[in-house]
């Protein structure tokens, strides 16, 4: 977060900082829900050797991890929210091998959607 906002004219400073940066993060586990017919492909269900009167419908579940990333931005001296960023996907097994990359990568992106520089004084 740092180097997106140095891109952009901000300067790192630990004491008495203008603006604030705080990065939150969500890890959900949930199961996902399929269903798919199988049914005839025509109309009113016909058609005997293609599932018969209307066919079937199967269902299949899978375990999902979704993570949720969320930047916000404050005005340190007015504690105000100025700028929010939140980001939403499933977290795979190689993901996980190489987090450190793939987080960078995604407050990135995030950060491509901010919209202020530095303002002029």
């Given at each position: ?24 993060g ?29 066919g079937?419908?199967?269902v299949a ?18 504690k ?9 996907g ?11 990359r ?19 004084k």
């Amino acid at each position: 977060m740092k180097l997106q906002l140095e891109r952009r004219g901000y300067t790192f400073v630990e004491a008495d900082p203008e603006l604030a940066v705080a990065l939150i993060g969500k890890l959900v586990h949930k199961q996902e829900v399929r269903a798919t017919s199988t049914g005839s492909p025509y109309p009113y269900g016909y058609g005997y050797g293609y599932g018969g009167w209307g066919g079937q419908t199967v269902v299949a579940t899978e375990d999902v991890t979704e993570g949720t990333p969320r930047i916000d931005l404050v005005d340190a001296r007015k504690k105000q929210l100025v700028w929010q960023a939140t980001a939403r996907g499933k977290v795979t097994d190689e993901m996980r091998e190489d987090f450190e990359r793939i987080l960078f990568e995604t407050v990135a992106d995030m950060f491509d959607a901010y919209p202020v520089g530095v303002p002029a004084k």
